[in-house]
């Protein structure tokens, strides 16, 4: 079945470390996103990208980086310069833009701080 | 003032009640999307929709572009329609489309 695999579920960073989320996706979508979520708030963006090579920063993109290098495949990288970085990290994907397609989402990765 | 703006935050119902969900959104959209996240925190596309109505089961999206607003409706709801239900709004940007989120509506169905 197609879908949305990120990994690990649960992830612990220890301060000044950083950590790689793993977002794979095998429905041969062109657009990928990481969001963030946190208690009370909805979803915020971080990243997405159209196509591969090429990502755009999204509302809250500070502290964070990603890499586009595979179509299949849109790692996040929540550096040391991420001052709060406990929160749930969902990825997304979607056939192309989102005026006539849903878009589909992984189970998310919970990570916190030891 | 966030763009996209649900109501209500949490709502309590019991089993058969029906249910109505509101989202109010300020930005230009092309579409207005409705989620629903499950207590483990995944999420799952409902609705899309641009203009007038659609229906799925028991849940129904309306939309109205002029006073940008839209609604979601449960009929007969039931526990298992416990979740987060969750409006977003696309818009197209010259980097590409994106989503803008409420911040979700609490259901609870009490049997």
């Known amino acids: 079945d197609g879908g949305i695999t990120q990994s690990p579920k649960y992830l612990f960073r220890k301060e000044g470390q950083n950590v790689t989320l793993s977002c794979e996706q095998n429905?041969?979508?062109?657009?990928m996103y990481w969001y963030r979520q946190d208690p009370g708030q909805g979803l915020r963006l971080i990243y997405y990208s159209q196509i591969v090579n090429d990502f755009q920063k999204g509302d809250i993109a500070e502290g964070y980086s990603v890499s586009r290098e595979k179509k299949e495949s849109f790692p996040l990288t929540v550096t040391s310069a991420q001052k709060n970085p406990t929160a749930f990290y969902l990825c997304?994907?979607?056939?192309?833009?989102?005026?006539?397609?849903?878009?589909?989402f992984g189970d998310g990765t919970r990570l916190s701080i030891l | 003032k966030n763009e996209v703006e649900q109501s209500p935050q949490n709502l309590t119902a019991q089993e058969g009640e029906f249910i109505t969900i509101n989202c109010s959104y300020s930005?230009?959209?092309?579409?207005l999307h409705w989620l629903q996240q499950h207590p483990g925190g995944g999420i799952v596309s409902l609705f899309m929709l641009s203009s007038g109505k659609k229906k799925h089961g028991r849940l129904i999206a309306t939309i109205n572009i002029q006073e940008k607003h839209s609604s979601l409706h449960i009929t007969a709801s039931h526990p298992r329609d416990s979740a987060v239900y969750i409006c977003a709004a696309a818009t197209e940007e010259t980097s590409g489309s994106r989503l803008t989120f409420g911040e979700g509506t609490q259901l609870t169905v009490n049997p």
């Open positions: 997304a994907s979607s056939l192309r833009g989102l005026l006539r397609q849903p878009q589909h």
């Open positions: 930005v230009g959209i092309s579409a």
């Open positions: 429905l041969n979508h062109d657009a």
